[in-house]
T-cell receptor, first 111, second 112 residues
Framework: TQLLEQSPQFLSIQEGENLTVYCNSS?????LQWYRQEPGEGPVLLVT?????EVKKLKRLTFQFGDARKDSSLHITAAQPGDTGLYLC???????????FGDGTTLTVKP | NAGVTQTPKFRVLKTGQSMTLLCAQD?????MYWYRQDPGMGLRLIHY???????AKGEVPDGYNVSRLKKQNFLLGLESAAPSQTSVYFC???????????FGPGTRLLVL
């Protein structure tokens, strides 16, 4: 079983602060995805990274895939209350037909 | 285009009862998945399917069965429900095995 470890598990910050969430594994993934889940709903895709060292930006969110394709990070600049939610990373091994999810980081941004 | 739908949205069962959860997708996706999500945890894969007529076990398959008779539908069955199966169940589909997964809204199951 390929495990994805996310840290921190919980994060509570004030509006305007910056934060970084990590997703680490000992396994190599062909692609890695970040999802955001709000209470009572299913996860929604934020980004997919596929190339080692790749950096993608989505407004105030910056995603990075490690050079060895074993880890990833999500950085949020100037967090807003609307960023509150559960952030999940998911890794897909080559041709596996399925992904492994981390346990998630619960982010709370206080106004 | 409804995406991924799940029925029912909420169900209460007594220990030992059986039920079937239905997942339907209208995106012509080949791959479909059933996950369970427990408080403070991520998604754990129960069973999945890489195409019509095929199914495979995930991380936590015990106590569950699945069927994929039609490409657009993926059914999850509980033959004899146990309190440990109290959870939120999510269905997802994707065009390819490593692509974006589209999730349904979830089914909340309480087993007493």
């Amino acid at each position: 079983t390929q495990l994805l470890e996310q840290s921190p598990q919980f994060l509570s910050i004030q509006e305007g602060e910056n934060l970084t969430v990590y997703c680490n594994s000992s396994s190599v993934f062909s692609s890695l995805q970040w999802y955001r889940q709000e209470p009572g709903e299913g996860p929604v895709l934020l980004v997919t990274v596929v190339t080692g060292g790749e950096v993608k930006k989505l407004k105030r969110l910056t995603f990075q895939f490690g050079d060895a394709r074993k880890d990833s990070s999500l950085h949020i600049t100037a967090a807003q209350p609307g960023d509150t939610g559960l952030y999940l990373c998911a890794g897909a091994p080559t041709n596996a037909g399925k992904s492994t999810f981390g346990d998630g980081t619960t982010l709370t941004v206080k106004p | 285009n409804a995406g991924v739908t799940q029925t029912p949205k909420f169900r209460v069962l007594k220990t030992g009862q059986s039920m079937t959860l239905l997942c339907a997708q209208d995106m012509n996706h080949e791959y479909m998945y059933w996950y369970r999500q427990d408080p403070g945890m991520g998604l754990r894969l129960i069973h999945y399917s890489v195409g019509e007529g095929t199914t495979a076990k995930g991380e936590v398959p015990d106590g569950y069965n699945v069927s994929r008779l039609k490409k657009q539908n993926f059914l999850l069955g509980l033959e004899s429900a146990a309190p440990s199966q109290t959870s939120v169940y999510f269905c997802a589909s994707t065009l390819s095995g490593t692509g974006t997964q589209y999730f349904g809204p979830g089914t909340r199951l309480l087993v007493l």
